[in-house]
């Protein structure tokens, strides 16, 4: 199995960038489609992006299409997110997550239950 580790949250300005990574270890990423959802307090976990194991295929949530971009180094076994434009409704713990590709089937699914693996997440929080 992969284990996966989150990094580069924190606290910023509406308006400004963050870049969060996942770095994967015990099995080589390249394996696993990627996906990140975030959790906002007192709210559910919400999809936001995918990427297959390739790097070929992405697939974004509304409402950060144009502001996020996500991308994957798989010689380095990394994931990682760039967010711009960051907005106080962007405020969560952000979590990366892997699952095997299923042939046939993109986005491969938009709900948390179906990523079989998780990190323990990276805290953003953006001032209004």
């Known amino acids: 199995q992969v284990q996966l580790v989150e990094s580069g949250g924190g606290l910023v300005q509406a308006g400004d960038s963050l870049r969060l990574s996942c770095a994967a270890s015990?099995?080589?990423?390249?394996?696993?489609?990627a996906a990140w959802f975030r959790q906002a307090p007192g709210k559910e976990s919400e999809f936001v992006v995918c990427?297959?194991?390739?790097?070929?295929?992405?697939y974004y949530t509304d409402s950060v299409k144009g502001r996020f971009t996500v991308s994957r180094d798989n010689a380095k076994n990394t994931v990682a997110l760039q967010m711009n434009s960051l907005k106080a409704d962007d405020t969560a713990v952000y979590y990366c997550?892997?699952?095997?590709?299923?042939?046939?089937?993109?986005?491969?699914?938009?709900?948390?239950?179906?990523?079989?693996?998780w990190g323990q997440g990276t805290q953003v929080t953006v001032s209004s």
């Open positions: 990427i297959s194991s390739d790097g070929a295929s992405t």
């Open positions: 015990g099995r080589t990423l390249s394996s696993y489609d």
């Open positions: 997550a892997a699952r095997p590709p299923v042939g046939g089937r993109w986005p491969p699914s938009l709900y948390r239950y179906e990523w079989a693996y």
